[in-house]
């Protein structure tokens, strides 16, 4: 990680134009000469690699001082050269001379601001604290400076609270399956953690010169519990320009990342088009081929800058980073959040509020499958110095909690950011440049603290077939909170295998359905409420053709015990059933209701005809017609599961399951 540069955002004044002073505190002409060089020195000896050659300007301005070693405007021009560098502790050095020289060169205290923000870099509280209150004291403190160095007043007082409070942290490589000597950086899961899809830097022969660019690389999870070899996206994802912060679907079969524009404006890749700087684009795998992708339709992408997508796990809600620049130049970034619309369109992006943005810079966001918890880096928060992590939560209402910093060691002087946490909230991954790794910038994973962690989640997996030919069918599923009503996830299987995998949190009930033209709905209902340790709910599900006479179950219509009238939950399965019959209007059903064997045989047939009824009348009610159906009550007659196999069952859990099969409401189709 790139330890942070409060200079983003206040340029020192110094490189590229003249002090302000005249004349020098020099008389030296051969002194003013070096340093005059030494201030366009970096951009003289650009190199488009590695930039602007700092050194150089540090080793002219050195010479400056050998003419004159009281020339303290060479001392402040090494210094901000210095921090450019990231060399914090010889930018301390030359401030402190500067100030040695002459304590009052600088009117409104700013030598004293850039000194306790490099201290404040390599965590000398203490000495920045002393420092920045010096500047605030100061009546001519330039008013510019005032608010940063108020929010670097309180990083520090946190920061010494953090590291005597530090958070259980122990950063683990994920190993050479993914790192290498190069960069990589921002990871994505699936939703079953089974495969990383991440960012490294390359440097690509088909790139003029050999310039370093961004593509996507996947690693599988091995049965060894190893990342395997990872190996590259197809070449109509990764083309010689940049893409890069991908987030990929829950089920691995979409992706929306980002592709920068090269200097002329063109974006590459096959009829890749963009709105201007970095843009969202879109691809979808079908079978075992991603298409060519295109800008991300809607409203999301504008002339400005977008970057590090995070889709939720439903597919419905999108984060992403905008950035825009102000009039100094500098890009200001703030998370933004965009809704799928019905038409398959994203639509027109909102700001994040006030509470979670900041006047200063946001990055690097992730929703968690769990859809509440947003994890987040800014510079703008009270953290560490740099740029730190934090976290928020969205109340039942909507609204974000005030963000929490993650805390120290997770958080320290350099720039934290890449976060990514796992399905299961334990385990979050991030990228480093810390000693150890395989070089540069690597991809780790830890432990995540209780208090930080989401709401978990188990993926939720199978496959849509004909109950008939056992072919795979494309079907279209919708699962819904049967307490809240909520529809939690909207998509479909596989065009190709008919496979489907989404993420759910637990502790909820939920209800399926699932339709495809020329079948009958097949719906069920499951709970997550305890998850027995496992991290997957599976569910094969088999489709009857419309010309199947066999009997289907309404899975997720519920009565009160004893009684014929539908619990509030039963409203979601039976509105879609509905739909479904006024989608065929010539289909005609006979709704059968069924007990089990436990109670009065007679009270059990007038029962089960009750409830048939109350079908019968909620379908008339919403507009379907008496002459489409009939009712009937059979009781406990027809059991799906004899009273002789339940009896078998070597659990009172299994026993009351088996008796719940059997108390159903179901429909057939009549001749």
Not at 390 to 413: A, C
Not at 450 to 473: H, M, W
Not at 555 to 563: P, Q, S
Request: net charge negative; aromatic share 12%.
């Amino acid at each position: 990680m790139n330890k942070f540069f409060y200079l983003l955002f206040f340029s020192f004044f110094i490189i590229g134009c003249s002090t302000a002073q005249f004349p020098y505190s020099t008389s030296n002409k051969k002194a003013i000469k070096l340093f005059e060089e030494a201030q366009k020195a970096p951009d003289a000896n650009f190199d488009p690699q590695k930039g602007p050659d700092y050194k150089k300007g540090i080793e002219i301005a050195n010479q400056a001082l050998e003419k004159d070693p009281q020339f303290w405007e060479a001392h402040l021009l090494i210094a901000e050269l210095f921090e450019r560098t990231n060399d914090y502790v010889n930018a301390i050095v030359h401030y402190k001379k500067a100030l040695e020289i002459d304590p009052n060169h600088s009117v409104s205290g700013s030598t004293l601001y850039y000194l306790s923000a490099s201290q404040l870099a390599i965590g000398q509280y203490d000495d920045a604290m002393t420092n920045i209150e010096r500047f605030l004291r100061n009546p001519n403190a330039n008013e510019n400076l005032i608010g940063q160095a108020r929010q670097m007043q309180s990083n520090a007082r946190f920061a010494k609270n953090a590291i005597q409070n530090p958070k259980p942290f122990n950063p683990i490589n994920v190993g050479p399956g993914i790192n290498t000597a190069l960069p990589e950086y921002f990871p994505t899961l699936t939703v079953d953690s089974k495969t990383l899809l991440f960012t490294r830097r390359i440097n690509d022969p088909r790139v003029e010169h050999y310039f370093a660019q961004e593509d996507f690389f996947v690693s599988n999870f091995g049965d060894d519990k190893k990342w395997g070899t990872s190996f590259p996206m197809p070449q109509n994802v990764n083309t010689i320009n940049n893409e890069g912060a991908p987030t990929i679907a829950s089920d691995g079969k979409s992706l929306i990342f980002v592709g920068c524009s090269d200097e002329t404006g063109t974006y590459y890749g096959e009829n890749r088009e963009g709105k201007g700087s970095c843009d969202l684009f879109f691809t979808q795998r079908i079978g075992n081929k991603w298409t060519n992708p295109i800008n991300l339709p809607g409203n999301v992408n504008t002339m400005h800058w977008e970057t590090q997508p995070s889709l939720s796990a439903d597919g419905k809600t999108l984060y992403f980073i905008r950035g825009i620049r102000n009039r100094s130049g500098s890009r200001d970034s703030d998370i933004y959040v965009s809704y799928l619309q019905t038409d398959g369109t994203w639509g027109t992006a909102q700001r994040l509020p006030n509470n979670v943005n900041t006047t200063y810079a946001e990055e690097s966001v992730c929703i968690h499958p769990d859809g509440r918890t947003l994890y987040f880096a800014s510079r703008g928060h009270v953290g560490m110095g740099g740029s730190d992590l934090f976290v928020t939560r969205m109340d039942e209402n909507g609204n974000w909690s005030k963000p929490e910093n993650l805390g120290y060691p997770i958080n320290t002087i350099y720039d934290e950011n890449s976060l990514l946490v796992a399905p299961n909230g334990e385990i979050a991954f991030f990228a480093s440049n810390r000693a150890g790794g395989y070089g540069d910038l690597d991809i780790y994973y830890f432990e995540l603290p209780q208090e930080l962690r989401p709401v978990k989640t188990l993926y939720f997996e199978g496959k849509v077939f004909d109950a008939v030919t056992k072919n795979s069918i494309p079907g279209h599923f919708q699962l819904t909170d049967l307490k809240t009503g909520k529809v939690m996830i909207i998509s479909d299987a596989d065009k190709v295998d008919g496979t489907f995998m989404v993420a759910l949190p637990i502790n909820r009930e939920y209800a399926i359905s699932v339709t495809y033209t020329g079948y009958f709905p097949y719906t069920l209902n499951f709970n997550l409420l305890i998850p027995d340790g496992k991290d997957s709910y599976h569910l094969d599900i088999p489709l009857n053709p419309e010309t199947s006479q066999k009997e289907n179950v309404l899975a997720n219509v519920f009565f009160d015990l004893g009684k014929s009238t539908l619990r509030p939950e039963s409203k979601v399965e039976l509105n879609e059933f509905v739909s479904y019959l006024k989608k065929n209007p010539k289909i005609r059903i006979e709704l059968g209701g069924h007990t089990d064997s436990r109670g009065n045989k007679d009270e059990n047939l007038k029962l089960s005809n009750d409830r048939a009824k109350t079908v019968y009348d909620y379908l008339i009610a919403n507009g379907i017609s008496d002459t489409r159906l009939t009712y009937k009550g059979f009781g406990s007659i027809t059991p799906i599961i004899s009273d002789a196999e339940i009896a078998k069952l070597s659990s009172d859990i299994e026993k009351e399951q088996a008796h719940q099969k059997n108390r159903r409401t179901v429909y057939t189709i009549l001749p």
